[in-house]
């Protein structure tokens, strides 16, 4: 199988769903401290953390019976994060080596490779993520200078997998698949109310990428169907 193959973008989805199941079994489910105005998940707290302060919102005060295991199932869930980077970024740029085939234009391979790029992004993230919670651990409560760079991989991940939403949105639309555009299309629409407000709409906005991707793996599905179903179809 290359990629573009319908059977491949929908095991890169099933493996994106799979590996993201398994991660929520570790990353820790509340906020040791609730931060005031937000429910926002530890995970993307840590993400998002712009002072100190936020890290002890997330695994808790010296003493907390808790703070261990908090700092244990993150990093565990931060390294399983490795596995979904290839996954997501592999089921966006063959989703669009899809579309191509369909409806051919330049346009579909810039949107494929912001995935991988989005993937990249993302490890860099963690690496950044995991100095940060090692200062922690450790004990030095100053200003991480982690900290500081963190929002540009963050933000150019979540950037990046909106702007492929929205591709996707434009080649549905394309395509004249209206459901599926419009899953697509939350994701985009709120980006930038997101970054304005990281602990208030961001875990709004971030979660709606997800949606996208269910969009490109029902795409192809329905493609794979009707092209085993009836050869002479599979472009319609």
């Known amino acids: 199988m290359r990629f573009g193959d319908h059977r491949l973008t929908l095991f890169f989805f099933m493996l994106t769903l799979a590996t993201m199941l398994v991660m929520q079994q570790y990353f820790p489910a509340e906020l040791a401290i609730p931060l005031p105005g937000s429910d926002i998940r530890p995970v993307l707290l840590l993400e998002f953390a712009a002072k100190p302060e936020h890290l002890t919102h997330v695994f808790g005060e ?14 565990t869930g931060n390294s399983l994060d490795y596995l979904l980077m290839p996954a997501y970024g592999l089921l966006t740029f063959s989703f669009f080596r899809g579309i191509s085939a369909e409806s051919p234009g330049s346009l579909w391979s810039l949107f494929g490779w912001m995935g991988v790029i989005a993937a990249l992004s993302d490890a860099v ?7 940060i919670v090692a200062e922690f651990v450790a004990g030095n409560t100053g200003t991480y ?4 760079l963190l929002p540009y991989p963050v933000w150019i991940k979540f950037g ?4 492929t939403c929205g591709g996707a949105a ?5 395509l004249r698949r209206w459901l599926l555009a419009l899953l697509c299309l939350p994701a985009p629409l709120m980006l ?15 979660t709606m990428i997800g949606l996208g991707w269910l969009a490109m793996a029902v795409h192809a599905g329905t493609r794979w169907y009707r092209s085993g179903a009836n050869p002479d179809q599979s472009k319609l």
């Open 125 to 131: 993230e963690n690496a950044l993520m995991f100095r």
């Open 145 to 148: 200078a982690e900290m500081a």
């Open 160 to 163: 990046l997998l909106a702007v």
């Open 62 to 75: 010296i003493g907390d019976p808790m703070r261990d295991a908090r700092i244990a199932g993150m990093n």
């Open 192 to 206: 930038v109310p997101g970054m304005l407000n990281p602990f208030g709409i961001a875990p709004l906005s971030t």
């Open 170 to 174: 434009l080649a549905f639309i394309r």
